[in-house]
Every structure is written in C-alpha cells, then in structure tokens.
C-alpha cells in the first residue's frame, strides 16, 4: 500500500512551470517576426559569398544578376536589388555589399530593421 504524504493532501500547483510556459510561448510569438528577416538576411548574405567565390571569372553585371535572382525569391524590397560591387587590385580583392530595411509589426507597435550584408573574398 501506498502510504500519503505526510503533511496531508498535496496543494501545491504548478504555477512556476505554466509561467515559465507563457513566458516562452510570449517569446516565440514575439520573436517570429524578426527572425524572418535575420534568416533572410543570412540567405541573401549566404548567396553573396557564393558569388564571391565566382567573381574571377564572371562579371560584375552578371554577379549582380544573380543576386537580384536571390532577392526575387527571397522577397527582399526594391532597395536590396541595389548591390554594390567594388573590385581592388591591391590586395586583389572583391567587395559586396547592400542594404534594405524592413519594417516589423509586433501587436500595436512597428519597427523598423536596417539590414547590411557585406562580403568581401580575395580575387
């Protein structure tokens, strides 16, 4: 047999756990929206480097075609179509860059989120 407790009934609740429960569903519902636009960013940036690593052999009109592509599927705005593209001789070098911004909705309030990948690979 089993024998009771022995301050009785037990009447403690989990209170701590369904707090700790919310606190985590808040965060996740909260933080969605922004971490679609950091993912996006990286796949933009992750693309850039790709070209980067081709950039000996193809040009700049062609790089910056590909990542207009990029941008297409993305759903990035008009203004991470702009990519600048500089080329050095010394050290030989390649350099990428963009920006956009992105405006995130959380309940009643919007932010706004300035996004700049830049990559830069040796030629």
Known sequence: MVAAPAG???TKR???????LAVVGILIYFGIAPARGYV???????AMQEQAGY????????????L????????LPA???RVTIRRRGRPREITM???WSDTVAVLFYAFPIT???QVRAPL
């Open 8 to 10: 009785g009934r037990r």
């Open 14 to 20: 989990p209170v701590g756990f369904l707090v700790l």
């Open 40 to 46: 996006r960013y990286y796949q933009m940036k992750e």
């Open 55 to 66: 950039a000996t052999s193809l040009t700049d009109d062609d790089i910056r075609r590909q």
């Open 68 to 75: 207009r592509t990029k941008a297409t599927e993305l759903g």
């Open 79 to 81: 203004e991470a179509y």
């Open 97 to 99: 860059s963009a920006t």
């Open 115 to 117: 996004y700049r990948p």
